[in-house]
Antibody
Framework: QVQLQESGPGLVKPSQTLSLTCTVS??????????WSWIRQPAGKGLEWIGR???????NYNPSLKSRVTISVDTSKNQFSLKLSSVTAADTAVYYC??????????????WGQGTLVTVSS | SSELTQDPAVSVALGQTVRITCQGD??????ASWYQQKPGQAPVLVIY???NRPSGIPDRFSGSSSGNTASLTITGAQAEDEADYYC??????????FGTGTKVTVL
């Protein structure tokens, strides 16, 4: 059973960089044809896709966040990471990591982390 | 447009049927997947593709699609089905996109 767990600071100051790591257990992050994704959800609001990284290292980002987002993978640690720069209060949210499967005309997120709340405040 | 639009809220009597819809241009090219989210919990995949349920999801959940609209139907809604539901697909650039979400209340 694949499990994902987010980790990182719960409080980030405005203008600084938010950094989160997702540790994958129960399977190798580099096996299979999976994307590894980040999704966030501000309190009381909907889900927002942030971006994804493929096992090859290729990435896709939400156009609205692209200039501030970097997703990377460390296969030796079975982890992938999110960096979001120049944060503001609008970036306060629960951040989820998830495994994404994509087959031609279908995409789905079959495993999710529990989520971690990141608050942007001075 | 890369948006996926859902009704903000629907209600259903216990044991009755409710359909949740998701509209967007990308659904003409991509299937939707559907997620159930209960308060304080991570989303859970309930339907994907044409009409597929992951292991452990009750068969009262079903999916369908026509044109630019995907639908999630709960047949014989139970109290534990009260939750927020989100659709997901890709936009024309291959980026992920979630629907606006529907809050389902079971009366």
């Amino acid at each position: 059973q694949v499990q994902l767990q987010e980790s990182g600071p719960g409080l980030v100051k405005p203008s600084q960089t938010l950094s989160l790591t997702c540790t994958v257990s129960g399977g190798s992050i580099s096996s299979g044809s999976y994307y590894w994704s980040w999704i966030r959800q501000p309190a009381g609001k909907g889900l927002e896709w942030i971006g994804r990284i493929y096992t090859s290292g290729s990435t896709n980002y939400n156009p609205s966040l692209k200039s501030r987002v970097t997703i990377s993978v460390d296969t030796s640690k079975n982890q992938f990471s999110l960096k979001l720069s120049s944060v503001t209060a609008a970036d306060t949210a629960v951040y989820y990591c998830a495994r994404e499967q994509s087959v031609v005309v279908l995409t789905l997120f079959d495993y999710w982390g529990q989520g971690t709340l990141v608050t942007v405040s001075s | 447009s890369s948006e996926l639009t859902q009704d903000p809220a629907v209600s259903v009597a216990l044991g009755q049927t409710v359909r949740i819809t998701c509209q967007g241009d990308s659904l003409r090219s991509y299937y939707a997947s559907w997620y159930q989210q209960k308060p304080g919990q991570a989303p859970v995949l309930v339907i994907y593709g044409k009409n597929n349920r992951p292991s452990g999801i009750p068969d009262r959940f079903s999916g369908s699609s026509s044109g630019n609209t995907a639908s999630l139907t709960i047949t014989g809604a139970q109290a534990e089905d009260e939750a927020d539901y989100y659709c997901n697909s890709r936009d024309s650039s291959g980026n992920g996109v979630f629907g606006t979400g529907t809050k389902v209340t079971v009366l």
